[in-house]
């Protein structure tokens, strides 16, 4: 039986959630129509966007379906959006560097307004360079949309976002926090982070592939549609609703919301996994971290040598690098972070989920302790 430890790639569907699409499917209505059919489905959305408002401190009409995180993302990340009703500007976007890349790509923003926010060692941004340069943007008369996440999705370093969310209240500009990593790991509330937008994924929390939502901390605040055409989601994103995907949505939200033993659990399991693992370096282990996410390097050994091996073992991972054309890269992350090229091109990356075992866990360690082991200095030389 193989074992899933990539989660932070996309959680299996919970057997609640699983059960709630099913029943969704059944359903042969429109959430638009006015007959019966069509208020139950309607019904359906409408509790789901109650439970998603619930588990981040938000008002329901705050928050819009999308087709996912990197679409959310991509909505809000627009130089153009209205404040009660009266067009405003972004003037400029400050990224961090260490974001995934549905955001460090810019949305519609042109090249020359985004600047990337530097990080320390750790992945976390450098407060000072954010403080300064929102005080420039200020002095300027210019205003600007700040975009950091809550976590990240390779390292699980968790960014300092209330400081950021003071900073940028001060300097009268907005905050963008991504925080589709933390739902189901941490409690995620718009008003304490003190972000304007939130952006989350249900997939990442043992939802359903393709729905995600923009969460607006108040109505005040509205984007313009990335898909227009009919009023669905209150002119928000045109479209008929995927219904069951929502549904599912909605019930994965609410288990996360009354889940408040499955963080310390996943933390106690990642800490024992990472003392057993021999050889292994964690990259940003000094840093707070998501509770399930563990980065790791074998010095002189490959991640693409790890990952096929575990895999034929019957374990799911993932590389903290990024593949394209079959030719694996150094992640950007770690890049920025400072880490080696050498032990960057070793990154791989274990994330815990709601049904992970100590088992799981236990086999997981022994397998990659045989792995490593069996490889002598030379095989790892050339691994490298």
């Known amino acids: 039986m193989r074992i899933f430890l990539d989660h932070n790639a996309g959680s299996p569907l919970r057997p609640q959630v699983k059960h709630a699409v099913i029943e969704a499917l059944d359903m042969a209505a429109n959430g638009s129509s006015v007959y019966q059919e069509g208020r139950k489905a309607k019904g359906l959305i409408e509790r789901s966007r109650q439970a998603?408002?619930?588990?981040?401190?938000?008002a329901p009409s705050g928050v819009t379906f999308t087709g996912g995180g990197s679409e959310a993302n991509a909505t809000v990340l627009q130089p153009k959006f209205t404040e009660k009703g009266k067009p405003r500007r972004f003037d400029r976007?400050?990224?961090?560097?260490?974001?995934?890349?549905?955001?460090?790509?810019?949305?519609?923003?042109?090249?020359?307004?985004i600047e990337i926010i530097p990080v320390?060692?750790?992945?976390?941004?450098?407060?000072?360079?954010?403080?300064?340069r929102l005080d420039d943007v200020q002095s300027a008369d210019e205003c600007a949309l700040v975009a950091v996440m809550?976590?990240?999705?390779?390292?699980?370093?968790?960014?300092?976002?209330?400081d950021?969310?003071?900073?940028?209240?001060?300097?009268?500009?907005?905050?963008?926090?991504?925080?589709i990593q933390g739902p189901g790991k941490l409690a995620v509330d718009i008003k304490k982070i003190g972000a304007h937008f939130l952006t989350?994924?249900?997939?990442?929390m043992g939802g359903p592939q393709g729905v995600g939502a923009i969460v607006r901390r108040t109505e005040a605040y509205a984007f313009h549609p990335l898909i227009r055409g009919g009023g669905q989601e209150s002119y928000g994103r045109a479209g008929t609703e995927n219904i069951?995907?929502?549904?599912?949505?909605?019930?994965?939200?609410?288990?996360?919301?009354?889940?408040?033993?499955?963080?310390?659990?996943?933390?106690?399991?990642?800490?024992?996994?990472?003392?057993?693992?021999?050889?292994?370096?964690?990259?940003?282990?000094?840093?707070?971290?998501?509770?399930?996410?563990?980065?790791?390097?074998?010095?002189?050994?490959a991640a693409e040598t790890m990952l096929i091996s575990l895999d034929l073992q019957g374990f799911a991972v993932s590389s903290g690098s990024a593949c394209s054309s079959g030719k694996v890269g150094i992640s950007h992350v770690l890049m920025a972070m400072g880490v080696a090229p050498e032990e960057a091109r070793g990154a791989m990356r274990i994330s815990l989920g709601w049904n992970t075992s100590e088992d799981d866990v236990k086999q997981?360690?022994?397998?990659?302790?045989?792995?490593?082991?069996?490889?002598?200095?030379?095989?790892?030389?050339?691994?490298?």
């Open 164 to 179: 950021i969310g003071n900073l940028v209240a001060d300097s009268g500009s907005y905050f963008l926090c991504d925080a």
């Open 52 to 58: 998603i408002a619930d588990m981040v401190g938000a």
């Open 364 to 384: 997981f360690t022994d397998a990659f302790n045989k792995m490593t082991a069996a490889l002598s200095p030379k095989q790892r030389e050339t691994a490298a």
């Open 93 to 113: 976007l400050l990224v961090s560097a260490t974001e995934h890349d549905s955001v460090l790509k810019g949305g519609s923003f042109a090249s020359e307004q």
């Open 244 to 301: 069951a995907a929502i549904h599912g949505f909605g019930v994965a939200a609410q288990i996360v919301a009354q889940d408040t033993s499955s963080a310390e659990r996943m933390e106690n399991l990642r800490d024992a996994m990472e003392q057993g693992l021999s050889g292994a370096t964690v990259l940003g282990a000094t840093a707070a971290r998501l509770p399930n996410t563990s980065c790791i390097s074998v010095p002189g050994l």
């Open 120 to 132: 320390d060692g750790n992945g976390i941004v450098e407060l000072s360079w954010l403080s300064d």
């Open 200 to 204: 989350l994924s249900a997939h990442k």
């Open 150 to 162: 809550l976590a990240n999705n390779e390292t699980g370093v968790r960014q300092p976002v209330e």
